[in-house]
């Protein structure tokens, strides 16, 4: 069956003239409702249904579209202005390509690419639904259909089984089901949870749901996640995370999509990807690599460069410098009374008697109140690099100029871009363009041949095949992959003199 054009699309060219797979880490499906749906009453029983259409949270239908402008300007935290249609329809062959799985794998070499990860639509918002009985009941179900629709195809797709996060027995037990039974090869885990405020929510119950703090998962958690991480170690699945941010703080506008989606998903992921590098789970699990996908790679060159500059700056030793013990209170009051006239001489006095601010805020018992990078196992610049650059991977759509940053950068390091297509949504108006898109860099010469490689092949490999070398076994790239695997990095020994060895 040819589903699309008799003239060869620009990205099947382009792929054909590269010596190398390409690999779509991030493409989507739109969900087949209906069927779904039934995954749905079965999982759950009667009822269920019914309940997750009707929440707010589930995806299905925003509260935005029910309220007349008075109301959302009244309910403001629930009000916030979504987008109209998610999925393009002018393109009908589009819109059931990402709908009806053996019609994406049959138009594969039209789209220029060898293989692909498939995320959910509706399905990435299942794990931060609020209601504990249908935030379950909608994972497991979402994982039973996407395991069983796309079980035919998986040499080239493989979908995303969705954990919910709440606690970590919850994310435990659909691990379990999702990878150990169902035998699911990638993740989507929630960047974060909203957890209502203890005191506050005794005070005013009815409204604890807007009452929250942001729980990281890492960071000062309600639970200890090492659990987690390590069944995902275990199971030999990397934890990729997508979380959506529209409505979130800032991107709350009442009348403005855009203001709202701009920038949201990688505010989500800056969110896990510091907490488990200062969490030093990425220190503890060591054989891990996590993904935070849709986000682009720019916000991640911002958030290495902070930390650098954070840790020159604020490590233990120089904090220690900031003591306020370390005040040669003499020479200090001198100082005033030559220089800063009678306003200072008169008062300089009053600043030992709890009148100086600084000396108010208390002494740490020892280091470990210091030693903020502690967890992490940070005690030199290197120790950053090792932690943050190769564990860390950042799906890049292909349109993306500043892509060229994961690969030209001041700090000299090559961070770990994959190439997603988010075919399925919105933004991409035809799906025969998105690979194409991802060359451009290369036409433009604002990246290399090998950078492209890196990009589309090699570092979605590294992802997965880095934590389960079986990943692409059985795919139309395993030999390929294998290859790469078995293969020393290129510049490695340049990166292991820099001390940014992998």
């Known amino acids: 069956m040819s589903a699309g054009d008799n003239d060869p699309s620009r990205s099947a060219q382009i792929r054909a003239r590269l010596n190398h797979p390409v690999i779509d880490a991030d493409g989507h499906c739109t969900e087949f409702e209906p069927a779904f749906l039934d995954y749905l009453r079965d999982v759950g029983g009667a009822g269920v249904v019914e309940r997750y259409k009707a929440i707010p949270d589930s995806g299905f239908r925003y509260t935005w579209h029910q309220m007349s402008p008075q109301q959302r300007l009244e309910h403001r ?8 249609w998610a999925h393009p329809k002018k393109n009908t062959l589009d819109n059931a390509t990402t709908t009806i799985p053996r019609l994406h794998y049959e138009r594969m070499d039209e789209f220029g690419i060898d293989f692909a990860i498939i995320y959910p639509s509706i399905g990435l918002l299942a794990p931060h639904i609020s209601d504990q009985e249908i935030r379950l009941t909608a994972c497991r179900a979402f994982n039973k259909f996407n395991a069983d629709i796309y079980a035919d195809f998986s040499d080239r797709l493989t979908p995303v089984a969705v954990i919910p996060a709440n606690t970590p027995q919850e994310a435990l037990d659909e691990l379990d089901y999702a990878v150990g039974e169902r035998k699911m090869k990638a993740v989507q885990l929630p960047a974060f949870i909203n957890r209502p405020i203890p005191a506050l929510a005794r005070k005013a119950p009815e409204m604890a749901g807007f009452l929250t703090w942001v729980d990281n998962l890492c960071v000062d958690s309600a639970y200890d996640y090492d659990p987690v991480w390590a069944k995902c170690q275990e199971l030999r699945v990397a934890p990729t995370f997508h979380t959506v941010t529209v409505g979130v703080g800032s991107r709350a506008t009442l009348s403005n999509f855009m203001f709202n989606f701009v920038g949201h998903f990688a505010a989500s992921a800056e969110v896990i990807c510091k907490a488990l590098l200062i969490g030093g789970v990425t220190r503890r699990f060591p054989r891990l690599n996590f993904a935070f996908q849709e986000a682009g790679v720019a916000w991640a060159v911002h958030l290495y460069g902070g930390l650098h500059m954070a840790w020159a700056t604020h490590n233990v030793g120089m904090i220690r410098d900031l003591d306020p013990a370390n005040l040669d209170r003499a020479m200090f ?33 020892d280091d ?3 030693d903020e990078w502690a967890p992490a196992g940070i005690r030199t610049a290197d120790d950053l690099r090792e932690r943050f650059v190769p564990h860390f991977y950042f799906g890049c759509e292909g349109e993306d100029l500043l892509n060229v940053l994961a690969f030209r950068n001041p700090f000299g390091c090559r961070f770990n871009a994959v190439f997603g297509s988010d075919i399925g949504h919105f933004d991409v108006h035809d799906q025969r363009e998105a690979a194409a898109e991802a060359y451009e860099l290369v036409e433009k010469g604002l990246i290399s041949a090998d950078d492209y490689r890196e990009l589309v092949f090699a570092n979605p490999v590294r992802l997965h095949g880095g934590v389960n070398p079986d990943f692409f076994k059985g795919t139309r790239v395993e030999r390929d992959a294998a290859r790469l695997l078995a293969a020393p990095r290129a510049g490695e020994g340049a990166q292991a003199a820099a001390g940014g060895a992998r």
């Open 77 to 84: 935290a629930l009000a916030f202005r979504p987008l109209w």
């Open 368 to 370: 470990k109140d210091l």
């Open 333 to 365: 009051e001198d100082l005033c009374r030559k220089l800063g006239g009678p306003l200072y001489a008169e008062r300089v006095h009053r600043l030992w008697q709890g009148d100086a601010s600084d000396l108010l805020l208390g002494t740490p018992e």
